[in-house]
C-alpha cells in the first residue's frame, strides 16, 4: 500500500505565501510522476503543478510565475512553494502520486487526503 502524507496548508492573507509538503511511503517501486491538485466545491478537481522523473515541471496558467514545484526523491517527498497567494487560490490541495508497486504492475495513481488552503482578501 502507499500512503501520502500532506502538510503545510492553512489560512493566509492575499499576497502571502504557504510551502506545501507530500510524503510517499509504503512498498513502492519507482514513482513516474508526483502532483498538486486543488478543488473547490462544485468544480472538478484540477492540475497545479506536476513534476515527473526527469524533474520537468509543469503549471496551470493561473499559477504559473507564483507556485513552484519541487521534489526530493531520497524523501520521496513533493513540495508546492505557493507565493502571492490570491483568494482564488483557495480550494483543498490533493497530492498526487503515479507508482509503480512492483516491477511487473502498471502505473497508477495515488491520492492524499488533502489539505485545506485558504486566502483572505
Known amino acids: 500500500q502507499v500512503q501520502l502524507v500532506e502538510s503545510g496548508g492553512g489560512l493566509v492573507k492575499a499576497g502571502g505565501s504557504l510551502r506545501l509538503s507530500c510524503a510517499a511511503s509504503?512498498?513502492?517501486?519507482?514513482?513516474?510522476?508526483m502532483a498538486w491538485y486543488r478543488q473547490v466545491p462544485g468544480k472538478q478537481r484540477e492540475l497545479v503543478a506536476g513534476i515527473n522523473t526527469d524533474g520537468n515541471t509543469n503549471y496551470a496558467d493561473s499559477v504559473q510565475g507564483r507556485f513552484t514545484v519541487s521534489r526530493d526523491t531520497a524523501k520521496n517527498t513533493v513540495y508546492l512553494q505557493m507565493n502571492s497567494l490570491k483568494p482564488e487560490d483557495t480550494a483543498v490541495y490533493y497530492c498526487?502520486?503515479?507508482?509503480?508497486?512492483?516491477?511487473?504492475?502498471?502505473?497508477?495513481?495515488?491520492w492524499g487526503q488533502g489539505t485545506q488552503v485558504t486566502v483572505s482578501s
Open positions: 498526487n502520486l503515479v507508482a509503480r508497486l512492483t516491477y511487473f504492475s502498471s502505473p497508477r495513481p495515488y
Open positions: 509504503g512498498s513502492i517501486f519507482s514513482i513516474n510522476a
